[in-house]
């Protein structure tokens, strides 16, 4: 055993890493082929990679992935470009914080899921309704996380820019968002995985296409294996983009490294 919070190598971690799926997808098969498990209930990881198949190359399930895609990052673009600008301003102005982070702190506490039927009621079925959906479950968190992060602030840096004559705009422009924006990267990399659950939210209900609409049409045919090949698409979607989140924010920020 490594003592507490010693640093592992990049080597390391990987076989680490690659060793738990292989564990996970062994208990499942032995689970299954075993018969242990009921088929009707848990397919086996060799009837749902061949499902899986059946989707892609029969189905059309590539156009599904690309309008869930679609989805999440049309909603989550809309919810940063909000968000960002908001949290910047409450972080740097302890009035404006006042008088909105009241707000925010109860809104972002509700459940995306419970505005779906009055999202369908004000914007139908459409893709704005998926939009909104996950706009409401991200934009909070981001508000949130990111003024907390603007108002840590080191206040030498802020001091240091007004004794070199800065304004008050200047101080936002020049310290405050520079100071934390490798932070905000990283937050909107954190609420990007949130993003992907609102998005399967909003399918389920009142949807013809995507990931979520594929999972709830095999729900109904008890095709465990389809519904399994979704949630895993899912997931290596997800991991994607946050592997490639992180290449982004160490090519921008690579100071942080540091």
Do not use: C
Not at 205 to 210: C, F, H, P, R
Not at 213 to 225: E, K, R, V, W
């Amino acid at each position: 055993m490594t003592r507490p919070l010693e640093p592992v190598s990049q080597g390391t971690r990987i076989v680490l890493g690659i060793s738990f799926f292989v564990l996970f997808v062994a208990a499942w098969a032995f689970a299954t082929l075993g018969g242990y498990v009921s088929r009707t209930f848990l397919a086996d990881p060799i009837s749902m990679v061949h499902d899986g198949w059946l989707l892609l190359t029969r189905f059309g399930f590539l156009a599904d992935i690309g309008v869930t895609v679609w989805r999440v990052v049309g909603g989550f673009i809309l919810a940063a470009a909000v968000a960002v600008p908001l949290g910047v301003m409450m972080g740097a102005y302890k009035p404006f914080e006042a008088f909105l982070e009241p707000f925010i702190s109860f809104a972002r506490y509700l459940p995306a899921s419970a505005f779906v039927p009055l999202l369908i009621l004000w914007a139908g079925i459409g893709e704005m309704q998926k939009l909104l959906v996950i706009f409401i479950g991200s934009v909070f968190q981001i508000v949130l996380m990111v003024a907390v992060a603007v108002g840590n602030t080191r206040r030498d840096l802020v001091e240091a820019a007004y004794t070199l004559g800065s304004t008050d705009r200047g101080v936002v422009r020049r310290v405050l968002i520079p100071a934390n924006a490798p932070e905000i990267a990283e937050i909107l990399r954190l609420v990007l995985g949130w993003a992907w659950t609102y998005v399967i939210v909003a399918e389920l209900i009142g949807s013809s296409s995507g990931i979520g609409h594929m999972i709830i049409d095999s729900q109904a045919l008890l095709a465990t294996g389809q519904m399994i090949f979704g949630i895993i698409v899912i997931g290596i979607i997800g991991l994607i983009s946050d592997f490639l989140f992180k290449a982004l924010n160490r090519t921008l920020f690579p100071w942080r490294l540091a």
